[in-house]
T-cell receptor, first 114, second 112 residues
Framework: DADVTQTPRNRITKTGKRIMLECSQT?????MYWYRQDPGLGLQLIYY???????NKGEISDGYSVSRQAQAKFSLSLESAIPNQTALYFC?????????????FGPGTRLTVL | AQSVTQLGSHVSVSEGALVLLRCNYS??????LFWYVQYPNQGLQLLLK??????LVKGINGFEAEFKKSETSFHLTKPSAHMSDAAEYFC??????????FGTGTRLLVSP
């Protein structure tokens, strides 16, 4: 079984709809992240959480919200989806390995907003 | 703030040829550097990472990268490309236990 899972894997929705993307991990890591990937732009950080009570905005948090329901679960919500939120979304987890963290990624959710 | 530049959005090589993917970084403190690979329809997989223990870092699938402080570079190489190496490669930098900053990626194309 995969260590970091994302549901759904693909989603098509309409402008104005609320949508939630879910991430679960079995790695036991405290830190979790949400990124979006757009062609030619690499990965941009949306939100990150260092533990259940610690949630922080990333570079592009406008239009998104998150919920850390438990150590293993971190959800990303789009309250009112718009077409420019069409992208590939990745969840990641990390643990301290020596003097830095190493991040491990889920398989991604491809979101299309019509 | 740290940043990463990957030169070349696409790199094409023939099977068996040397692979060289370029990454230059900017950081105000000693950096930690990573290379990730993304195969089609998959998430990112860690190839290797530099954490100051050794300047030449060996990773999975025969890849390696060398940290050169004087050139602020961390280029990824593989002596002989295989068709299965075709993927997108991302360089990333962090400053200790801070968030990763990714480059824009380089797509490696391998022809027979």
């Amino acid at each position: 079984d995969a260590d970091v899972t994302q549901t759904p894997r693909n989603r098509i929705t309409k402008t104005g709809k609320r949508i939630m993307l879910e991430c679960s991990q079995t790695k036991g890591h405290d830190r979790m992240y949400w990124y979006r990937q757009d062609p030619g732009l690499g990965l941009q950080l949306i939100y990150y959480s260092f533990d259940v009570k610690d949630i922080n905005k990333g570079e592009i948090s406008d239009g998104y919200s998150v919920s850390r329901q438990a150590q293993a679960k971190f959800s990303l919500s789009l309250e009112s989806a718009i077409p420019n939120q069409t992208a590939l979304y990745f969840c990641a987890t990390s643990e301290r390995e020596g003097s830095t963290d190493t991040q491990y990624f889920g398989p991604g959710t491809r979101l299309t907003v019509l | 703030a740290q940043s990463v530049t990957q030169l070349g959005s696409h790199v094409s090589v023939s099977e068996g040829a040397l692979v060289l993917l370029r990454c230059n970084y900017s950081s105000s403190v000693p950096p930690y550097l990573f290379w990730y690979v993304q195969y089609p329809n998959q998430g990112l997989q860690l190839l290797l990472k530099y954490t100051s223990a050794a300047t030449l870092v060996k990773g999975i699938n025969g890849f390696e990268a060398e940290f050169k402080k004087s050139e602020t570079s961390f280029h990824l190489t593989k002596p002989s490309a295989h068709m299965s190496d075709a993927a997108e490669y991302f360089c990333a930098v962090s400053e200790g236990f801070q968030k990763l900053v990714f480059g824009t990626g380089t797509r490696l194309l391998v022809s027979p």
